[in-house]
C-alpha cells in the first residue's frame, strides 16, 4: 500500500537532491552561465563597438565630402585666377603688338613718304632736263 506520512527515504531522497543540486550548480550551471553572460556581454559590446565604427565612418564621410567640396571650390578659384592672368597677359601682349605694329606701320609711311618725295624730286629734275633736252634739239641751241 501506498503510505502518505513521510518516512527516512523523505530525507535520502532530499539530502541526495540537494547533494546533486550543489554538484551540478557548482560543475554545470555557475560555468554556463558565465559562458553565456561572457557571450552577450562581447555581443553587446561588438554591436556597440560596430554602432561608433558606423557612426565614426558616418562623420568620416562627412568630413571628406566637405574637405572635397572645399578642394573642387579652391581648384575652381585658382583655374579663374590663371584664366584672369592668362587673359591680362593676351590683352597686354596684344597691345604691345598693335604698338609695335602702329610703330611699324608709320615708320613704313615715313619711309614711303620720303621715296616718294625723292621719287618725285628726280622726276621733276627729270623732267626738266628731258625738257631741256627736247628744247635743245627742237631748236637746235642751247638754253
Do not use: H, W
Amino acid at each position: 500500500m501506498i503510505d502518505l506520512v513521510p518516512n527516512i527515504t523523505l530525507v535520502y531522497q532530499s539530502l541526495l537532491f540537494f547533494v546533486a543540486f550543489g554538484v551540478l550548480n557548482f560543475l554545470i550551471f555557475k560555468p554556463s552561465l558565465k559562458i553565456i553572460q561572457e557571450r552577450k556581454r562581447q555581443s553587446l559590446g561588438s554591436s556597440d563597438t560596430a554602432e561608433k565604427l558606423v557612426k565614426e565612418t558616418q562623420e568620416m564621410t562627412v568630413l571628406c565630402e566637405k574637405k572635397m567640396e572645399e578642394a573642387r571650390l579652391s581648384g575652381i578659384r585658382k583655374k579663374v585666377q590663371k584664366m584672369e592672368v592668362g587673359e591680362k597677359f593676351r590683352e597686354e601682349l596684344l597691345k604691345k603688338i598693335r604698338e609695335d605694329v602702329d610703330q611699324k606701320l608709320e615708320e613704313i609711311r615715313n619711309k614711303i613718304s620720303s621715296e616718294s618725295k625723292k621719287a618725285e624730286a628726280s622726276l621733276q629734275t627729270y623732267s626738266q632736263d628731258l625738257a631741256k633736252n627736247i628744247v635743245t634739239k627742237i631748236l637746235e641751241r642751247e638754253i
